[in-house]
């Protein structure tokens, strides 16, 4: 990273970056969603152009403009995410998955306006679990529809029983990707921020600690380990 023009290691690459935060209709006016900003993501499909990759971004619902130099897809919900992603991820080289899709979403979508009760009832919302888009790519055989590269990312608390890089360990293994970036936000917040403290971890056993830093300095340490794994480039 820097003021120089970074080496062109991911020219002849294609690659898709998702990144912002999933929202799942209740009713005309109102979702569930999350305070992701979309920053991350835009930090790495903006390091991928700078070093010569063909960059898809898949975007949910951020309100950052283009990135210039990349192709840009608009989606709103997990589902719409989904078909996104697996259609831009058909013959890419890698995946980078810096979204955060929502879980969940309503089993139903009320078509009119929910309404107050005057009995002071609140409706119960009943939730389904949406399809694992990171998951459902990794557990592709390589090829065509499966980039030899995959990456997630998972903000990790720990808890009483396991610590960030334990749950993330487990995380990586249970989603099949060959690299999970790990953001330890045990102590505050990282929505939003302007900077990441982060770990990556690779299926291969490795793990690269990134150290504080922007959201562009990530991302540039994100490709650089995608770099080091992928093949020659085809001819
Ligand atoms: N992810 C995905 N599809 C989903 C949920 C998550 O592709 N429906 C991806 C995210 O983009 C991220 C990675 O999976 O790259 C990890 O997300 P995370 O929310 O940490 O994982 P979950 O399996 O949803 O686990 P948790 O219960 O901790 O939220
Ligand atoms: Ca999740």
Same mark, same amino acid.
């Given at each position: ?24 209709? /209740?009713?005309?006016?109102?979702? /569930? ?11 790495? =499909? ?32 997990? =589902? ?5 992603? /697996? ?7 890698? @995946? ?30 009943? /939730? ?31 808890? =009483?029983? *396991?610590?960030?890089?334990? @749950?993330?360990? *487990? ?17 505050? *917040? ?11 971890? =690779? ?8 150290? !504080?830093?922007?959201? *562009?300095?990530?991302? !540039? ?15």
């Amino acid at each position: 990273s820097g003021d120089a023009a970074p080496a062109q290691d991911l020219a002849g690459r294609r690659v898709v970056v998702s990144a912002g935060g999933t929202r799942e209709p /209740l009713d005309p006016v109102r979702f /569930l969603g999350n305070r992701s900003s979309g920053l991350q993501g835009w930090a790495l =499909a903006r390091a991928a152009v700078a070093r010569g990759a063909s960059v898809t971004l898949v975007a949910a619902n951020a309100t950052l403009p283009d990135p210039a130099g990349a192709r840009v897809v608009r989606v709103e919900t997990t =589902a719409q995410l989904r078909e996104a992603v /697996l259609a831009a991820a058909e013959g890419a080289d890698a @995946l980078v998955m810096a979204a955060a899709p929502a879980d969940f979403r309503p089993t139903e979508v009320s078509t009119a306006k929910i309404k107050k009760a005057d009995d002071g009832a609140a409706p119960p919302i009943a /939730l389904v679990q949406n399809p694992d888009i990171l998951r459902e790519v990794a557990a592709r055989p390589v090829g065509p529809t499966r980039p030899g590269v995959v990456v997630g990312f998972a903000a990790e608390t720990g808890d =009483a029983h *396991a610590g960030v890089l334990d @749950l993330a360990r *487990a995380k990586l293994t249970r989603k099949g990707c060959d690299l999970l970036v790990v953001n330890d936000v045990s102590g505050g *917040a990282v929505f939003g921020s302007p900077d990441n403290d982060a770990v990556v971890l =690779a299926a291969d056993g490795a793990a690269v600690e990134v150290g !504080h830093g922007s959201k *562009a300095h990530l991302a !540039h340490a994100v490709w650089d380990q995608v770099a080091l794994r992928l093949g020659p480039v085809p001819p």
